[in-house]
């Protein structure tokens, strides 16, 4: 679906990747990174090998191999895109995206200045309290099982 998305507005992408001050261009970078990211997943699962014979996966094909066609003349444009968009069978990290910022709020608390701790230390803290939590409520856990097993062995004896 995504990569039927991008074939359907590789033209729009293309105009919005156009203008110099488009304050949309990061989220559409992020959208295309993916894209690129789901047609290697499934030229692999769909296309490689035998899977492209399979009747099944012929339609997957169709959709990869038109993206491929629409993507490498996409890329090709120089001078129309100011980005260099990585190439369908380069291994660039698809994570990170050059001029953008990282994505939410992990963004946000990496450079927060009030946060006290690092994040490790702030982990162990949670998980010695999950752990205070859980066995305090095992051990409540407990004693009602023994009452409640008293109380049976009770009923049995009479």
């Given at each position: ?60 094909c169709a959709i990869i191999n038109k993206f491929n066609e629409l993507y490498t003349s996409f890329i090709s ?9 990585p190439t369908l069978s380069s291994s660039t990290s698809l994570f990170v995206l050059p001029g953008c910022p ?57």
């Amino acid at each position: 679906m995504i990569l039927h998305i991008f074939i359907d507005n590789v033209d729009t992408f293309e105009s919005m990747l156009k203008k110099v001050n488009n304050p949309d261009v990061c989220s559409l970078k992020r959208y295309i990174y993916e894209c690129i990211g789901i047609y290697k997943d499934m030229n692999w699962e769909y296309c490689s090998g035998r899977n492209y014979t399979e009747d099944e996966n012929r339609k997957s094909c169709a959709i990869i191999n038109k993206f491929n066609e629409l993507y490498t003349s996409f890329i090709s444009n120089e001078g129309v895109i100011t980005h260099d968009f990585p190439t369908l069978s380069s291994s660039t990290s698809l994570f990170v995206l050059p001029g953008c910022p990282l994505e939410g709020n992990y963004y946000d608390s990496l450079f927060d200045e009030t946060q006290v701790g690092t994040p490790i230390t702030q982990g162990v803290s949670g998980a010695f309290g999950a752990m205070a939590g859980i066995s305090s409520i095992l051990a409540l856990l407990y004693k009602v099982f023994i009452i409640y097993i008293q109380i049976y062995e009770q009923y049995l004896i009479i």
